[in-house]
């Protein structure tokens, strides 16, 4: 595995590897490696000549106020699991490398970010689509992985790829959990024992969330119900759960064909997401 | 030279060149082409093994009440002419084809916009930067070419490739002009034969800006001269005439190392744009 540190070299190598006729798969990661984001070197792996991840906790992505400064790193410890992944690049640029100048010109998400995550989090998925948008340009992917655990993120850049032709194919990879359900997240580890004890009732809630749906087909009342679960959650401020059409965003209705009941919650400072996206059957009731 | 009337088939075809390791140019037109397009041709022929050029007169780009509608049009003898230039794909895509759905996803510029063409066209560049955004990912070009005539759009351009890590080369091309020194536009056949004679005045007026400018680097007295004559232009509104500091589009400054000596002028329904670009010299006294 080789470690490339700059824009320049990571564009180089990619020109080369295009000119060979090289398949690149790319995982655009901000480090602080789990067994989620292995799963997307795994499948990158299976189906690319070469393998760039990229490791960059990108400040534009970070509110006032966010967790820029604590988000966990450790670069040594990722670039052994990336190597052990099958990972043939690990692309890791300084901010100042990244951001060297700025023209003022913005990448701004439509209605897709005004709900879950984005509407508490203003310019997070502009600071998203920029980073995106450069990594792209900068290895020049066939296919990028992305997990389905940020999956508003995954719904946002499969809309850009979409409307803007970006020759790249990006592969959803499903959500990879500890063994009580909690999804992996870097954040993970700044929980304190008792909330790590709480937190898999995040998981426990949208599971049951989903069987009343799958039952039901009504979406008030699923909803209903695993916000009643989350707030009861010791130590948990709930700060939203949404049934969404997939990956539109947009309230359902009777044409949709995927949904997505997706929560987050507070423990402390440490802010954890979770989702479930269901097909909606078409004998299904009325989702409203 | 191919026609190609779809985004699916042009990125195919993209992808195929670049397998073969052909270096593609391109050169992105609204058609009714004329010597400046054929110039850029011309110059992308000289140094790629492919050329495309796109025609496509761009909705996104043209405002309520602009000219979109009446804009001249005449594929048969783009196609005769871009042959000739050597162009050896000619993508011709509908409105349709390149704007099938639409997540609001927006690319906004930055202040280069507010001066200008842009402070009269509000979201033009939005429309600017959206296209090529679409036609550099279709086409995955070497090198793009454009004309110093839209010197805003080159810079916006410029500074787009470069804050996103575009991997394309942007080539600028010098302005072609009739024997009289007016710019060609795809809009000068839209002139009545008075108007036709008038125009001529606008680059006289800005030849004689750059040599007040060369002579004294004052960018106000130089202004001021270039305005008095284009206001002098029988059957002429003027719209702006400005000198700024180039590509950032700024106030020129004591660090400033080229400049732009821009005006835009009306010809009733008919608008008109020219420029030059004037290295500043490291001896000259100050620009302000």
Same mark, same amino acid.
Request: net charge negative; aromatic share 8%; hydrophobic share 35%.
């Given at each position: 595995m080789k470690r490339i540190e700059t824009v320049e070299e990571m564009m180089q190598i990619a020109r080369q590897l295009r000119r060979e006729g090289k398949s690149i798969g790319l995982v655009p990661?901000?480090?602080?490696?789990?067994?989620?984001?292995?799963?997307?070197?795994?499948?990158?792996?299976?189906?690319?000549?070469?393998?760039?991840?990229?490791? =960059?906790?990108?400040?534009?992505?970070?509110?006032?106020?966010?967790? =820029?400064?604590?988000? $966990?790193?450790?670069?040594?410890?990722?670039?052994?699991?990336?190597?052990?992944?099958?990972?043939?690049?690990? =692309?890791?640029?300084?901010?100042?490398?990244?951001?060297?100048?700025?023209?003022?010109?913005?990448?701004?998400?439509? $209605?897709?970010?005004?709900?879950?995550?984005?509407?508490?989090r203003p310019g997070h998925f502009d600071g998203v689509l920029k980073v995106i948008c450069k990594l792209f340009n900068i290895t020049s992917p066939d296919r990028a992985y992305f997990g389905e655990k940020d999956a508003q993120q995954l719904a946002i850049i499969e809309t850009f790829v979409r409307d803007f032709n970006f020759p790249v194919e990006i592969r959803r990879v499903p959500i990879v959990r500890e063994e009580d359900g909690l999804a992996k997240s870097s954040r993970n580890v700044r929980l304190s024992d008792a909330q790590r004890n709480e937190a898999p009732a995040i998981r426990r809630a949208l599971e049951c969330g989903e069987q009343i749906f799958l039952e039901t087909g009504n979406a008030g009342e699923t909803l209903a119900a695993v916000r009643r679960l989350l707030q009861k959650i010791p130590g948990a401020e709930l700060e939203y759960a949404e049934l969404l059409e997939y990956p539109s965003l947009k309230p359902a209705d009777a044409d949709t064909k995927e949904i997505i009941l997706a929560a987050a919650v507070g423990f402390g400072s440490v802010r954890l997401i979770d989702n479930v996206l269901l097909p909606v059957k078409e004998t299904a009731p009325c989702t409203k």
């Open positions: 990661t901000m480090g602080y490696l789990h067994e989620g984001h292995l799963a997307l070197a795994g499948a990158a792996r299976k189906e690319s000549d070469m393998v760039i991840m990229s490791i =960059f906790v990108n400040p534009a992505q970070f509110g006032p106020g966010e967790d =820029f400064e604590t988000y $966990p790193r450790d670069l040594e410890r990722d670039c052994a699991l990336a190597e052990e992944a099958g990972v043939d690049y690990l =692309f890791h640029p300084t901010a100042g490398d990244m951001y060297p100048q700025d023209g003022g010109i913005r990448i701004l998400p439509g $209605p897709q970010a005004d709900v879950l995550c984005g509407s508490s």
